[in-house]
Nanobody, 126 residues
Framework: QLQLVESGGGLVQPGGSLRFSCAVSGLTLDYYAIGWIRQAPGKEGEGVICISGSGGMTNYADSVKGRFTISRDNAKNTVYLQMNSLKTEDTGTYYC???????????????????WGQGTQVTVSS
């Protein structure tokens, strides 16, 4: 059974950092692109960052460029999201999502992904 489990959310002050993990089970991660989708309160979900199955391609939303980094360890079936210089507008629920047949590409579109985690909450506030 395919399962994605996020961890690492919490409360952080503006300018702080957090690191998320997305542990994936039930599939071979090498062929799956992983995206992180953020849903801010009262807003639709938006793709924040993604990485291809091979790790060779990444995409970033303009709002997080230079601050967020995505990486993956396929041997551990885990994808990481490092978030630095956090801003209040980064507040929201973060979901990791997966789609197969995506060794070399990834997409920021939320409708592209087939499998979703349960989400983890981030609150950036002083």
């Amino acid at each position: 059974q395919l399962q994605l489990v996020e961890s690492g959310g919490g409360l952080v002050q503006p300018g702080g950092s957090l690191r998320f993990s997305c542990a994936v089970s039930g599939l071979t991660l090498d062929y799956y692109a992983i995206g992180w989708i953020r849903q801010a309160p009262g807003k639709e979900g938006e793709g924040v960052i993604c990485i291809s199955g091979s790790g060779g391609m990444t995409n970033y939303a303009d709002s997080v460029k230079g601050r967020f980094t995505i990486s993956r360890d396929n041997a551990k079936n885990t994808v990481y999201l490092q978030m630095n210089s956090l801003k209040t507008e980064d507040t929201g629920t973060y979901y990791c999502a997966a789609v197969g047949g995506s060794a070399y590409v990834c997409s920021m579109s939320t409708i592209w992904y087939d499998y979703w985690g349960q989400g983890t909450q981030v609150t950036v506030s002083s």
